[in-house]
Every structure is written in structure tokens, then in C-alpha cells.
């Protein structure tokens, strides 16, 4: 037999929802552990409980446009990141490096001829922490940055934007690393024709234990022609007859150079100059035929191992009194083997290291 519910016959109304969620409310305050605990989840949700839920109160789900934020409500907002000593886990060391990587803004440059280009910059930005200390505020670093942004950037404002977290953050050592690409027109070798060659570049600025270094930190991209390669295949033209062409392949160095204290200004046109000028078989952006030509030719002039490459670049930066330590690292990524060949040499204390990340040489990648 069917038994039919006048209620349950009909739509329900607000009233008997209302009605329904009182009658629920009153059983809760009568039921067992028992009978609460198989209560279905969605049901428990709508009521207010007892004595352990009677505090919590009905939550709201309409954004409150008119919430104005006092000194008194923010300075009672919880903050776990400045928390005492017993909020740390794991165990209490200094951290030497803790802050914001890929941070992305405008940020104006000047270059070399007294003009200013507005990059997108991306900003890595670290502080040190005391065993003792929970934790920083990521986003004063941010605001620092921003307090900074409207300048033309130099070294100058780096470092004053590091004064400002390093003290807003109460910490002892810090880095600054801003990376970016830099456009340079530059001319085909025969032609006339000129396009934008684009360099990462990236500025740093590090303070430990009271001393700061300034940075930057270069890719250049270049054709290497192996020399070896070149004698084999000449030798197959000159006793045999053979027509033989020697493999040549994109390379690129990172070259990374300290900045000599109370130097004269090393612009970044500066350090690719002396990259061309070590290696000049820089690769192209505009090429007709008799460029194309004249690249051979530059190649075969200029035929490099991996090991020459580093020498080369080392011998320019050391006649340079504005550069300091040094570091260069090349990878030569091979058309003849399925591996690259690779050389690191550095000048100096700065730049030395026993180990490497394990995978450097693969960020040594120029996509184009």
C-alpha cells in the first residue's frame, strides 16, 4: 500500500525548508554521538550543532564589496610566518637563501648610446633567515620592487632596492638577480641589411657577510667550426679529390663577470663587443646569399674547440680593468656527436666552485 504525503506531493516552499530546518536543529539537540555520527555529512553541514559547533557561526557567501580594512582588524590578522620559534619545523638552521624567483615586471634600462629600453624583467629575490626565525613575508619583496620601478635601473637603484628588503625583512645577507632580454641591432657581414639580435642577460647583486659583489651574467650565441674536422675534410679535397665539408654547430657561453670595485660603467654593449671580438662568428638575424657566403668564410677563418673557446673569451675579459672575477662556460652542442662538448674556466674565488648543478650545461640551450 501506497501512503501519500500531503507535503511531499506538492513543490516545497521556502516555509518548508524553514520549517524542515528547524525540526532538524531540535532533533540534533536531542541525538546520541551515535545518531550524529551517521548523520549524512550535507545535512550535519546545515546545522549549527552543539556546545563543541554553538560558537561557529552561520557562514556568508556574498563577497562584502563595502569591507573596509582598520589598523585594529589588520593588526589582528594572523600571521604564521613571524610566529615564534616553536612554529618551526624541521631543524633550526639558517637558511642562506629564501624569497621570490620569476617576480615579472617593466623595468627601464639605459643603454649605451644614452637611450632607454623598457624590458619585461624577471626578478629572483632572496634574503638569508636566522636559525631562529620562522619565516619572511614574500611579498614585501615585491613591494620593494615596485617602490623601485619607475626608475631607470642601475646598479645604483639594485642595490638600494636590497637596502630596502634587506631592512624590511631584518635579515643579514641578500641577492638580487634580474634577468631580461637585451636587443642590439647588428649589420650582415656583406649585405647591408641589419636585424635585432636578442642577449640574455642577467644583473645580480649579492651581499654576504657585509660583502656586496655586483654581476652580470651573459649568453652569447656563436657557430663553432672544429678544427680537426676542417684538416680531415681538406685533406680529402687536396689527396683524393673528395669533396668533404667540416661539421660547424650553434654553441653558446654564459660568460659572468664581477664588476671591479669603483669601476668605470661596463655596459652591456660592452661585453657582447668583447665576446664578438673573442669569438667573432656571432650567428646571424639577416642573411642573403653573399652573408651566407661570408659566414663560411668567417667560420673556416675562425675554427674553435670547446677549450679555445673558453681562452679566447678569457684572454678579452682579462685586458679589461672593469671586470674582476670571471667565469665562462661554453657548450658546444655537436652536430657530429649525439652529446655536446662543454668547458668551464673561471678567474678568481668568486665564480669557484667543486661542484656543479647537475644539470648547468643544459640551460646552455639557445632556443631561438
Request: charged letters at 25%.
Amino acid at each position: 500500500m501506497n501512503i501519500h504525503s500531503p507535503v511531499l506531493d506538492r513543490d516545497p516552499t521556502p516555509q518548508d525548508a524553514a520549517e524542515a530546518l528547524l525540526l532538524l536543529k531540535k532533533w540534533v539537540g536531542q541525538a546520541s554521538e551515535a545518531e550524529l555520527d551517521g548523520l549524512d555529512p550535507a545535512l550535519r553541514k546545515l546545522t549549527v550543532g552543539r556546545a563543541a559547533d554553538a560558537a561557529y557561526p552561520d557562514l556568508s557567501r556574498q563577497y562584502p564589496e563595502d569591507f573596509l580594512v582598520t589598523p585594529q582588524y589588520k593588526d589582528a590578522l594572523p600571521d604564521l610566518q613571524n610566529g615564534p620559534a616553536s612554529l618551526i619545523k624541521g631543524a633550526r638552521q639558517q637558511i642562506q637563501h629564501v624569497g621570490i624567483s620569476n617576480f615579472r615586471l617593466p623595468i627601464r634600462f639605459q643603454t649605451r648610446d644614452n637611450g632607454d629600453l623598457t624590458l619585461e624583467t624577471s626578478v629572483t629575490g632572496t634574503v638569508s633567515l636566522e636559525a631562529e626565525k620562522k619565516g619572511i613575508n614574500m611579498s614585501r619583496i615585491m613591494r620593494t620592487f615596485y617602490g623601485h620601478a619607475e626608475k631607470t635601473f642601475s646598479f645604483g637603484v639594485i642595490e638600494a632596492a636590497l637596502d630596502d628588503y634587506k631592512t624590511d625583512l631584518e635579515s643579514f645577507d641578500a641577492r638580487i638577480q634580474m634577468r631580461f632580454s637585451f636587443p642590439v641591432k647588428i649589420d650582415s657581414l656583406r649585405s647591408g641589411l641589419s636585424g635585432y639580435q636578442y642577449y640574455d642577460i642577467a644583473l645580480e647583486v649579492v651581499e654576504h657577510g657585509g660583502v656586496r659583489r655586483r654581476m652580470v651574467h651573459l649568453d652569447y650565441v656563436y657557430s663553432s667550426t672544429c678544427p680537426c674536422s676542417l684538416e680531415l675534410s681538406e685533406h680529402a679535397r687536396r689527396t683524393r679529390g673528395q669533396l668533404a665539408t667540416p661539421h660547424s654547430q650553434r654553441s653558446v657561453a654564459r660568460v659572468s663577470v664581477e664588476l671591479a670595485a669603483d669601476a668605470a660603467t661596463l655596459w652591456f654593449e660592452d661585453l657582447i663587443d668583447m665576446c664578438r671580438s673573442a669569438v667573432p662568428t656571432e650567428t646571424q638575424v639577416m642573411v642573403k646569399r653573399e652573408d651566407e657566403q661570408a659566414f663560411a668564410e668567417l667560420n673556416a677563418a675562425n675554427p674553435i674547440f670547446v677549450e679555445d673557446a673558453a681562452r679566447l673569451f678569457c684572454a678579452e675579459l682579462l685586458k679589461d680593468p672593469r671586470v674582476g672575477d670571471f667565469r665562462v662556460m661554453a657548450s658546444h652542442q655537436e652536430s657530429l656527436h649525439s652529446h655536446d662538448a662543454v668547458s668551464i674556466l673561471t678567474e678568481g674565488d668568486t665564480f669557484a666552485a667543486d661542484s656543479l648543478d647537475p644539470r648547468t650545461f643544459s640551460t646552455l640551450f639557445h632556443v631561438g
